[in-house]
C-alpha cells in the first residue's frame, strides 16, 4: 500500500543513493521504480515535516455521484434518484461535525479534503450547507488546505464553483479520467472531452490557481498511444498538479465481472512501458512525483502516483501517512489517531440510512477516539 515507506526507513538509514541501490539489489525494482520511490518518498517527508503534533486533516464525504463509473466499487448512490435522501444526509453530516468538535477535540485542523463521489452533484442549496456549517464549526488552523473535489467535470456550474471559491476553497480537482470520447461512454462517465476543457478554462477564469487534474492508465479499450494522448492534452491545459492512477479491478465494480479471468491481472509489458513513458513525459514538463501508494488488484501491479508543479497537496501525503490524526464526516468515511506509532480507527457505516439513524453513535465513537489523545 505505501511502498514510500520502505523508501524512505532505507533513506533514513544510509542515504538516497544507498537505499536506491538497495531498492533494486534487494527489493528487485527496475533503476526507474526505485528512483520514484525515493524522489517521492523524500517529497512526503517534505510535507508531512509542515505538520505539527496539534493538528489533524479533515475528510467529509459525500456518497453520491450523477451515475456510477465503470470501475467503481464505492458506496456511491445516483443522485438524480436519491433526491428525498439529500437534504437528510447533509443535516446528518452537519450534526456529526457539531458533535466531534464539541470544544473538547483536540487538535487543529491543518487540511480539509471534501470528497465523495461527486460533492458538487448537491443541488446549490444543500451544496451550500455541506460548505458553510461544516467549516464554520471545524477548528481550522490559519492558512489551513482546502481542497474540493468537484470531480466530474459536467457538475461543476458556474453558481457552485463561486460558493467554493468564497468559502476558502483554493485546491480544486477535476478528473477526467480519460480525454477519449469513446471510453468515456464505455466507462460510465456522462462528460464529454469538451466537457473538461470547459470545466477548466471556468474555474482557471474565476481565480482557482491550485488545480489538480487525475488521469486513470489502462483503461478498457486503451493502449499506450491513447494514455498519453490523454496526458498531452491535460498538460497543454497547464493543471498545477495531474495524479496518473492505474486501474484497480475492485470487488463489487461492474468492471469485476469483465476481469473475472484474473489472468488480465498479470503483467503487461504494454502498460508497463506506457505508464514510464508517462513517467517520462510528466518529468519533462516540470512535474515532480510528490506522493504514491498502491491498491490490490490493480493491473499490472502498478502504482497510482501525483506529480505536481506547485508543491502537491499536505491532505493527500498525511492522508496515506498513517503518521497523522484523521477525522473522516460522512458514510463510509474512516477517523484514526496514532497511538505509540500504531493507528486505531473508527469507521462510519456505509449504509447511507444506517448511518443517518446511528449519527450520534458515530459522535460518540469519535469523541472517545480523539479524546483518549489525552489521556
Not at 498538479?241 to 479471468?261: M, P, Q
Not at 462510519?348 to 477516539?369: F, G, H, W
Request: proline share 4%.
Amino acid at each position: 500500500m505505501r511502498p514510500t515507506r520502505i523508501a524512505l526507513d532505507l533513506i533514513r538509514r544510509s542515504g538516497a543513493s544507498k537505499a536506491k541501490r538497495e531498492l533494486v539489489e534487494y527489493w528487485k525494482l527496475s533503476e526507474s521504480k526505485a528512483g520514484l520511490a525515493v524522489e517521492t518518498a523524500l517529497a512526503e517527508e517534505g510535507q508531512l515535516r509542515r505538520m505539527e503534533e496539534n493538528e489533524a486533516i479533515l475528510y467529509v464525504g459525500l456518497p453520491f455521484c450523477p451515475g456510477r463509473c465503470l470501475y467503481c466499487s464505492f458506496i456511491t448512490q445516483d443522485a438524480q434518484r436519491q433526491q428525498a435522501s439529500l437534504g437528510r444526509y447533509v443535516n446528518a453530516v452537519v450534526q456529526e461535525a457539531e458533535g466531534v468538535f464539541d470544544g473538547r477535540f483536540p487538535f487543529e485542523i491543518a487540511a480539509v479534503y471534501y470528497g465523495g463521489g461527486t460533492p458538487t452533484s448537491l443541488p446549490v442549496s444543500f451544496f451550500r450547507s455541506y460548505l458553510e456549517e461544516i467549516l464554520a464549526v471545524a477548528p481550522l488552523k490559519e492558512n489551513a488546505e482546502l481542497t474540493m473535489e468537484a470531480g466530474r467535470p459536467d457538475t461543476m456550474n458556474r453558481d457552485k464553483l463561486e460558493l467554493i471559491r468564497s468559502s476558502g476553497f483554493h485546491k480544486l480537482c477535476i478528473n477526467p479520467q480519460t480525454m477519449r470520447e469513446e471510453t468515456l461512454r464505455l466507462i460510465g462517465r456522462h462528460h464529454t472531452v469538451d466537457d473538461t476543457v470547459a470545466a477548466f478554462c471556468r474555474a482557471r477564469s474565476m481565480g482557482f490557481a491550485d488545480i489538480n487534474m487525475d488521469l486513470i492508465a489502462g483503461l478498457p479499450g486503451e493502449d499506450a498511444d491513447d494514455l498519453l494522448d490523454s496526458l498531452c492534452q491535460v498538460i497543454d491545459l497547464g493543471p498545477e498538479s495531474i495524479t496518473l492512477h492505474t486501474l484497480a479491478v475492485k470487488r463489487g465494480s461492474y468492471l469485476d465481472r469483465l476481469f473475472a479471468d484474473r489472468r488480465a491481472l498479470l503483467p503487461d509489458p504494454a502498460l508497463m512501458e506506457a505508464v514510464e513513458k508517462a513517467h517520462n513525459l510528466l518529468g519533462q514538463n516540470g512535474y515532480r512525483p510528490y506522493y504514491l501508494y498502491k491498491q490490490k488488484n490493480c493491473r499490472s501491479g502498478l502504482e497510482n502516483t501525483g506529480f505536481t508543479r506547485a508543491g502537491g497537496s499536505l491532505y493527500n501525503v498525511a492522508m496515506m501517512s498513517d503518521q497523522v490524526p484523521v477525522v473522516g464526516l460522512g458514510s463510509g468515511s474512516m477517523s484514526k489517531v496514532i497511538l505509540e506509532r500504531t493507528a486505531k480507527r473508527v469507521h462510519n457505516p456505509k449504509d447511507l440510512l444506517v448511518y443517518i439513524d446511528r449519527i450520534q453513535e458515530q459522535i460518540d465513537k469519535k469523541r472517545a477516539l480523539f479524546l483518549s489523545e489525552l489521556q
